[in-house]
C-alpha cells in the first residue's frame, strides 16, 4: 500500500529545534516530490515547501524560506521538515503529502504531526 | 503569485441536495493546474479533483470539477452524510509551486 508515514506529535518551547520526519512505504521516493503543508489551528491549508528525493532539489514557499529547512534521506525513504529555534506561531498540524495527480496536485497524504509550542 | 479565492465561506445544505462550490484566481490559471481536496475533522485532507475535472482514484462520480481560466467550480450532484467538510481548492504553478484556496466549508 502506498502511504507516508509522520513522526508522532510534539511538545516544545519557544526557541528549540525540532526535526520531524515522513517515512515513504517505499512506491514514492523515487519517483515523486514530497511537499510539506502547514494548518494552524482553526485555519486552512499553506504550502511551506517541496523536496524531490533522486536529487534533493528543494523549494520553498516565500513565506517559508529562511524559516524551514525540508530535506530527505534516501537510505532511509524520509523526509524531514527542521526548524532550528520554533516560535508559538508555529504550533500547527503538519502534513508531508506526496505529489502525484498528473504531476499538479497532492494525491498521498500522510498523518499529519501535531506540534504544540508552549513555555 | 496567484490568490485563490473560495466562496461562500460556508454552505448550508441537506442530503441529497446539490453543493456547488466556486474557487476564483487572481489571474488565469495555466494548463488547468487546479485541484480540489476534502478535509474532515481530525483528518488529513484527501484529494478529489486534480487538472480541474480529472476525479482521483477511488472519488465518487457524484463529485465533478470544471471550468477553466480563473473560475473553478467543484459540484456534488447529491450529498451524502459523509460529505459534510471542509472544501479546498488548489493551483500549481510550474517550475514548482502550489497554493491554497481559504476553504469552503459544507454544513448540515
Known amino acids: 500500500e502506498v502511504q507516508l508515514v509522520q513522526s508522532g506529535a510534539e511538545v516544545k518551547k519557544p526557541g528549540e529545534s525540532l526535526k520531524i520526519s515522513c517515512k515513504d512505504s517505499g512506491y514514492s521516493f523515487p519517483y515523486y516530490w514530497i511537499g510539506w503543508v502547514r494548518q494552524m489551528p482553526g485555519k486552512g491549508l499553506e504550502w511551506m515547501g517541496i523536496?524531490?528525493?533522486?536529487?534533493?532539489?528543494?523549494r520553498y514557499s516565500p513565506s517559508f524560506q529562511g524559516q524551514v529547512t525540508i530535506s530527505v534521506d534516501k537510505s532511509m525513504n524520509t523526509a524531514y521538515l527542521q526548524w532550528s529555534s520554533l516560535k508559538a506561531s508555529d504550533m500547527a498540524i503538519y502534513y508531508c503529502a506526496r505529489l502525484g495527480g498528473g504531476g499538479s496536485a497532492l494525491d498521498i497524504w500522510g498523518q499529519g504531526t501535531m506540534v504544540t509550542v508552549s513555555s | 503569485e496567484t490568490v485563490l479565492t473560495q466562496s461562500p465561506g460556508t454552505l448550508s445544505l441537506s442530503p441529497g441536495e446539490r453543493a456547488t462550490l466556486s474557487c476564483r484566481a487572481s489571474q488565469s490559471v495555466t494548463g488547468n493546474f487546479l485541484a480540489w481536496y476534502q478535509q474532515k475533522p481530525g483528518q488529513a485532507p484527501r484529494l478529489l479533483i486534480y487538472a480541474a475535472s480529472t476525479r482521483a482514484t477511488g472519488i465518487p462520480d457524484r463529485f465533478s470539477g470544471s471550468g477553466s481560466g480563473t473560475d473553478f467550480t467543484l459540484t456534488i450532484s447529491r450529498l451524502e452524510p459523509e460529505d459534510f467538510a471542509v472544501y479546498y481548492c488548489?493551483?500549481?504553478?510550474?517550475?514548482?509551486?502550489?497554493?491554497f484556496g481559504g476553504g469552503t466549508k459544507v454544513e448540515i
Open positions: 523536496i524531490y528525493p533522486p536529487d534533493s532539489d528543494t
Open positions: 488548489q493551483h500549481y504553478v510550474t517550475p514548482i509551486a502550489l497554493t
